[in-house]
């Protein structure tokens, strides 16, 4: 199938339109996130498939949508191969990333507490600064999550927040229905205090900022096997 599909809602038409660039036999990949910036799409790690093995990848793809045009990211210090993880853009033009798997994992269908493979910790998190290419990474404190994967996150409105929400993860014994955050100014966790009723633990649902609202939707609470 084609790897770009553009619709627009003017028109109501859908397209396929031809991209410069980097091969595309070379870019077919799977449970990555893309985040959008200035006009371009950056597409970092995921998992490529040959037909018998899955192999994860730690590149940075990058889609100018208005040149139509594929690039690549720096792979100086770029953080490990991995898929389903957490992406935000912010304020000050970098991408945040957090945890995600490099793994094949399934997990408790009733708990979502991973039993085989692995996801990666959050005592660390990588930045993209999307300007100047330049990849770094900030050990974080505090309140750290345990290691998780197919969760989701949003940014504070402050802008100096980076707030996550369910996922499957590595600590037996309960239900994380927990909200952490972030604090982007010292790196540190922290469960802030909240009330009204907890959604259900969930993986692969999506979140937004709406207003001043973090609105959770869909999702699944499945056995599910990367």
């Not at 690039?71 to 991408?95: D, E, F, H, Q, W």
């Not at 957090?98 to 979502?112: A, C, R």
Request: charged residues 15%; neutral net charge; glycine residues 10%.
């Amino acid at each position: 199938m084609a790897l770009v599909h553009t619709f627009d809602p003017q028109s109501i038409t859908w397209s396929s339109p031809p991209i410069m660039g980097v091969n595309p036999n070379l870019i077919r990949k799977s449970e990555l996130t893309g985040v959008n910036h200035d006009g371009k799409m950056y597409l970092f790690g995921g998992v490529t498939f040959d037909g018998v093995n899955f192999t994860f990848v730690n590149d940075m793809l990058i889609l100018d949508t208005i040149n139509l045009r594929w690039g690549k990211g720096s792979l100086v210090n770029v953080p490990t191969p991995r898929c389903y993880y957490g992406a935000t853009l912010l304020p000050n033009n970098n991408i945040i990333y957090i945890g995600g798997s490099d793994t094949t994992i399934n997990h408790d269908p009733k708990t979502l507490n991973i039993v085989q493979g692995d996801a990666l910790t959050l005592s660390e998190v990588y930045l993209y600064d999307t300007i100047n290419d330049i990849w770094s990474t900030k050990t974080t404190s505090g309140k750290i999550p345990s290691n998780r994967a197919i969760f989701s996150t949003v940014l504070g409105l402050d802008g100096q927040r980076i707030i996550i929400f369910g996922g499957d993860f590595i600590n037996p014994g309960y239900l994380d229905t927990t909200i952490y955050v972030l604090d982007l100014t010292n790196f540190s966790w922290y469960v802030p205090k909240i009330s009204g009723k907890i959604p259900s633990p969930r993986i692969n649902h999506q979140a937004n900022v709406i207003g001043k609202y973090m609105v959770i939707s869909f999702g699944k609470y499945i056995l599910y096997i990367i």
